[in-house]
């Protein structure tokens, strides 16, 4: 039992890992776009519970209320209008794997490389508390407000002109066009 | 004891199955949830390293990659459906008008 709780941390990542990896795998193994969809909220989820974990439970809150809540929406109600069942069976791309399999190998052997060069580097330092602005003590909210509001206040107008882009583009391409209401 | 590195790790197979799902499935929809998956490995990345650092600029740049993913997932699926009102499908090798 005490091992239960001094290794409750770890057995909370393992099952929340696999959860995201098994939902991951859904996603590019269901023929089916809805199955997938679910398996992807599921990963979405799992990875919601991994952000509280590492103490941003602000992206925790902000990851299930947009990507579980409006992307997931947004994706299903695509899935159902196009009616994705009635269209000819899909095949994969299997040919593919092979570059797929050599640009993950790179990843690999750079995570190792980056590995290996931090174990030479030493252990890492002692870990800050991420609540704290100016040596004041917050709430993580209120923490990543004042680093949101303060020091990326011009990338944040920035992202805000992209959503409107995005906004307009999506109406435009979803828009009918002259001809075709007539 | 769970370190930054078993979140880099995880962070990495997910990237992977993402990358695999971009350039094996063929199907349009698949593809973009396979691009989502591809993001969200990356702000495992970038709040893992916020703790690791102890600096909380990781946590407000997951904000912005949560951000731009949703404005990515309005356009593709607004291309979509454009694609689906055009060419009645949504494989991405029936759509090779622009291939030379």
């Not at chain 1, 974990?53 to 409006?70: D, F, P, S, T």
Request: proline share 2%.
């Amino acid at each position: 039992m005490d091992a239960l709780v001094a290794n409750f941390g770890a057995i909370v990542f393992y099952a929340l890992a696999a959860v995201a990896v098994a939902g991951a795998a859904g996603v590019i193994g269901f023929k089916n776009p809805v199955h997938a969809a679910m398996s992807l909220l599921l990963t979405f989820l799992s990875v919601a519970g991994l952000f509280v974990l590492q103490r941003a439970e602000l992206i925790a809150a902000v990851q299930v209320l947009v990507y579980a809540g409006g992307v997931m929406v947004l994706f299903l109600f695509v899935i159902m209008l196009v009616n994705v069942r009635t269209l000819p069976e899909q095949q994969t791309y299997v040919r593919r794997l092979v570059p797929a399999a050599l640009a993950v190998s790179v990843l690999v052997a750079g995570l190792v490389g980056v590995g290996v060069w931090a174990a030479f580097r030493g252990p890492a330092g002692p870990i800050a508390p991420l609540v704290s602005v100016e040596g004041t003590v917050m709430g993580n909210t209120e923490a990543v407000g004042w680093s949101l509001y303060r020091d990326f206040l011009l990338p944040f107008e920035v992202v805000s002109i992209v959503l409107l882009v995005a906004m307009i583009g999506a109406i435009v391409m979803g828009r009918k066009e002259k001809e075709e209401r007539a | 004891m769970i370190t930054t590195t078993h979140y880099l790790v995880l962070s990495l197979i997910m990237f992977a199955l993402g990358l695999t799902g971009v350039m094996v499935r063929r199907n349009f929809i698949t593809v973009l949830m396979s691009i989502e998956l591809i993001l969200n490995a990356a702000n495992i990345n970038f709040i893992a390293f916020a703790r690791h650092l102890g600096d909380l600029s990781g946590q407000v740049i997951a904000v912005f990659v949560i951000t731009l993913a949703a404005a990515e997932a309005a356009i593709g699926l607004g291309i979509i459906i454009a694609l689906v009102r055009l060419k009645q499908t949504v494989q991405l090798d029936h759509v090779n008008v622009m291939q030379g």
